[in-house]
């Protein structure tokens, strides 16, 4: 008598996928679990334990199945696609680029899957490939809002040719996402073109649909602020001992933090690991706070108090990881890791940590013009003027408290302007501060081929230029704006205003 015939390892991941597509982890963990014990496909189930890794923000978890799913090899080029997802979200772009270029050439009409191959080439170095496939993209598919920011990100524009067709998209897109990225990318058009005042207008219209949906809360925002100042008192006043690899360069989304990071980054002595969640994720395990979020008030607070030197072994790893190489130093570039800079020096004794800071009106300008991922509820801050002022207003004084209390051989505030304006005395005060001896290279930055995944990834693969200092001054409206918003929130106006 025969028994019931065993499943198909890829059926059972078939319905594994849906309970993680709605978020049910307990039977997606258990689908998984069978489909294992059957063996078979198994790159395909490591993308999806990668997938539910990501969802838990374990990114160390999701890069170890990542890298598992292409030994294994993965069969169908939609897979190769999921793959190709997973190292982008992990910080591996340059091996996603093949995965995509496999999953596209399988499925040439589908526009996400070209638009995710000329991401992650222009996320590797590859502009001009990019630029190609956002332009075929965005001819092939005319509402394809993500497509056409891309595209205009990549150069500035010179015309208002594509102003026409980008209001066309604005107008019919129903997806409030997609009238954020179309209205976004009219602004920054507008922007290239000197329309200083229109742009900020457009940036206005474009966000107002999303402030609602976002519900940002600003006395939640002073708690998290309040938490890590708070913090200080627990950060150690000694100088550097122990293992010296982490290096952390954080402070607000476009301040800076990406051009000290390839300053850096080019030395020989120096690998980047990109913007890593992993401190955050091993100290809320670590403090075993509840809820669901890897940075709040509750969590930075429990680690002031805790005993968190086990962080150190484990992100060391993690982070070398990522990085490769046995570089003396790693930088970890994760700009909300400014919320933990007390509990990161007490956890890691060896570490150093780089905070960039940027005139606070162009910083404020800076985070309202960029469209941050919109699944990330930390940057809600960005939907509205006055939240923004709120947030810069926060890191300000925040920042001002570090560079009172933390000592300075541990912790050391850089000025984007300082470093526009002597580009190489800042460059080799940033080595020194690293622990490392200069290095010539670090002033070929633009040069560094290593992948960028920011908004700034088009910038930094040019020289220093100043164009961006002062640059809340050209909105001759916005620039009223701007000081008033900032100075209900306690930041004083520039000499001179």
């Not at 409030?176 to 058009?189: M, N, P, Q, T, Y």
Request: charged share 20%; with cysteine.
């Amino acid at each position: 008598m025969r028994g019931n015939p065993s499943p198909d390892p890829r059926m059972v991941l078939v319905m594994a996928a849906i309970a993680l597509e709605h978020d049910n982890f307990e039977k997606a963990r258990e689908l998984l679990g069978i489909a294992a014990g059957l063996g078979g496909a198994e790159g395909w189930r490591h993308v999806l334990e990668g997938r539910m890794a990501l969802k838990r923000s374990d990114t160390e978890t999701a890069r170890r199945h990542a890298r598992a799913a292409a030994e294994a090899g993965v069969e169908h080029p939609a897979v190769a696609g999921d793959l190709g997802v997973l190292f982008s979200r992990t910080g591996l772009h340059a091996e996603a680029v093949p995965l995509f270029e496999r999953a596209a050439s399988a499925a040439p009409a589908d526009p996400q899957t070209a638009y995710n191959l000329a991401i992650a080439r222009q996320f590797a170095g590859d502009l001009d490939g990019a630029r190609a496939g956002f332009e075929a993209l965005v001819a092939a598919h005319p509402g394809h809002a993500q497509g056409w920011l891309s595209l205009v990100g990549l150069d500035r524009q010179s015309g208002d040719a594509l102003l026409p067709a980008l209001e066309r998209g604005f107008a019919a897109a129903t997806a409030g996402e997609d009238r954020l990225a179309f209205g976004h990318a009219i602004a920054k058009v507008l922007e290239d073109l000197g329309r200083w005042d229109e742009s900020l207008a457009w940036l206005d219209r474009a966000k107002a649909g999303q402030r609602g949906t976002v519900a940002h809360d600003r006395a939640a925002t002073d708690a998290l602020f309040a938490a890590a100042a708070q913090a200080v008192a627990a950060a150690p006043r000694e100088a550097p001992a122990g293992d010296e690899t982490p290096l952390f360069i954080l402070g607000l989304p476009r301040s800076g933090t990406t051009l000290a990071e390839r300053i850096l980054s080019a030395h020989p002595q120096v690998a980047s690991a990109g913007e890593l969640s992993d401190f955050a994720v091993l100290l809320k395990r670590c403090t075993a706070t509840p809820g669901p979020l890897v940075l709040d008030p509750a969590t930075i607070a429990a680690g002031a108090s805790a005993d968190v030197s086990g962080i150190a072994a484990d992100y060391i790893a993690r982070a070398r990881a990522v990085a490769g190489g046995e570089c003396r130093r790693v930088i970890d570039k994760m700009p909300f890791n400014l919320f933990f800079v007390p509990l990161i020096l007490k956890a890691l004794p060896g570490a150093r940590v780089i905070c960039l800071r940027r005139a606070p009106h162009d910083a404020l300008f800076s985070n309202y013009r960029q469209l941050f991922a919109t699944g990330f509820t930390y940057y809600s801050y960005a939907y509205d003027f006055e939240d923004t002022a709120h947030f810069v207003a926060g890191f300000e004084k925040l920042a001002d408290l570090y560079a009172a209390a933390l000592p300075g051989d541990r912790f050391r505030t850089q000025r984007y302007e300082d470093i526009v304006a002597d580009f190489e005395s800042e460059a080799r005060a940033l080595v020194a501060f690293a622990g490392l001896d200069w290095d010539p290279a670090c002033l070929a930055f633009h040069e560094n081929a290593a992948p960028v995944a920011t908004a700034s990834s088009v910038q930094v693969r040019q020289p220093v230029y100043s164009g961006a200092v002062a640059r809340w001054r050209r909105y001759e409206q916005g620039s009223r704006r701007a000081v008033e918003a900032l100075a209900r929130f306690g930041i004083d106006p520039p000499p001179g205003d």
